[in-house]
């Protein structure tokens, strides 16, 4: 069937879908799972609560009929879950769907890894990497990750045709703030695309204070002062990413100012939670329980018809209410690990 448009109750269209395939990771980055709070004795989702790739298959394919043309696939730690290349072979081919991507720390990402997801049919990647300093990075890694194995792994997903890669940089004031020209300077002509991303209040768990937060803005001006740069016209309306360019042809760099500029109004993105649970934003403090529709034996039109239902009902714009310091909610957030960025 062709694909529909599905609106929310904003206007906002339904594009993109990020999908959770695992609460797990072999990381305790600070800001995200910090290892005071993910300790030995965490409870991790059980296995059989997990989607399989056969529910996650159906899901995509009904999301792609409701409009969905881009996925990226998440986590947790996406490379830890098993054969996630067999996932992705079964994700490219769904019609409608024009764009797979992935989000990784890059510790497990191997040339082989690199070239069985290319040869499945991912797109792009994105691979995390908050510092240059090996001290600074393996301290907010929380398990001692040495830089060098991920500038591998970029190299290993750019050899296997996953160029450019986006390198994801969290900047986090006090912590590796002072990295922002090192990093800068190591990614100026090498093709990757490094985006800054200021440090969002996900979960509940980081502790996090708008004093830690490096406006997007004082990033500009750093990167501006050493190398002069240009703003570049976004891809597509709505892009995330503020573009700029190094005026001596050195590359590009993102900006990602959820916290100083938020950017709710064009935010098309659905979230599916590795147990199967929709949530509409980032922020949410409920999600839609698909898994009991998928396995309690819901057709297809039912469960797309629920889909659209509950986008329909979407009024989320978290981010801009934060910065009209509007009373936010005070519900129990998600944690980033269990919905993915
Ligand atoms: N484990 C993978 C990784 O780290 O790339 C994928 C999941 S991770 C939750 C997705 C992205 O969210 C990463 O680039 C990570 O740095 C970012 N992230 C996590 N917590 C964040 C926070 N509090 N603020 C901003 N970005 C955050
Ligand atoms: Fe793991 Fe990614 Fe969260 Fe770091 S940001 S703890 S790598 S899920
Ligand atoms: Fe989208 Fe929610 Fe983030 Fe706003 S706060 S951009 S609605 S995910």
């Known amino acids: 069937m062709l694909p529909m448009e599905t609106l929310d109750s ?14 797990r990771c072999n990381f305790r980055c600070t800001y995200c799972m910090p290892k005071e709070l993910f300790g030995a004795d965490h409870a ?5 609560s997990l989607l399989d790739f056969d529910e996650i298959a159906r899901l995509a394919r009904l999301f792609a009929e409701l409009g969905v043309s881009k996925l990226r696939l998440t986590g947790g730690e996406p490379l830890v879950r098993k054969d996630i290349e067999k996932l992705v072979a079964r994700l490219a081919p769904i019609p409608g769907i024009a764009d797979i991507s992935l ?11 690199a070239r069985a997801l290319a040869d499945a049919g991912l797109k792009r990647i994105t691979v995390s990497l908050d510092a240059l300093d090996d001290a600074t990075f393996q301290r907010m890694n929380g398990v001692g990750f040495p830089v060098a194995r991920v ?14 890669v986006k390198v994801n940089m969290v900047v986090k004031r006090g912590d590796n703030a002072s990295d922002i020209e090192a990093m800068a300077g190591h990614f100026r002509h090498t093709g990757h695309i490094l985006r800054f991303i200021e440090y969002m209040d996900v979960g509940n768990t980081n502790g996090w204070r708008l004093d830690e937060v490096v406006a997007g803005r004082e990033i500009v001006e750093r990167i501006g002062a050493r190398w ?9 309306r709505g892009e995330v990413a503020k573009r700029w360019r190094y005026v001596d042809g050195g590359g590009e760099i993102g900006i990602i100012t959820s916290v100083t500029q938020p950017f709710c109004r064009n935010c098309t993105r659905a ?10 934003c980032l922020f949410a403090t409920r999600g839609f ?11 297809d039109d039912a469960l797309r018809a629920q889909l659209a239902a509950v986008w329909h ?3 989320d714009r978290y981010s801009e209410l934060r910065s009209l310091q509007t009373p936010l909610q005070a519900g129990h957030k998600i944690e980033m690990s269990y919905i993915g960025g």
């Open 10 to 23: 904003l206007g906002r269209h339904l594009r993109d879908l990020r999908i959770s395939v695992t609460d």
């Open 228 to 236: 002069p740069i240009e703003p570049a016209d976004p891809h597509y």
């Open 313 to 315: 009902g979407r009024s």
């Open 289 to 299: 329980d698909l898994r009991a529709l998928v396995r309690s034996g819901t057709d």
């Open 44 to 48: 991790f989702l059980p296995r059989a």
């Open 103 to 113: 989000t990784t720390n890059g510790s497990l990402l191997t040339p082989a890894k």
């Open 271 to 280: 979230r599916l939670s590795a147990e199967g649970a929709l949530y509409t």
């Open 151 to 164: 500038l591998e792994a970029i190299d290993n997903a750019a050899a296997a045709g996953l160029a450019p």
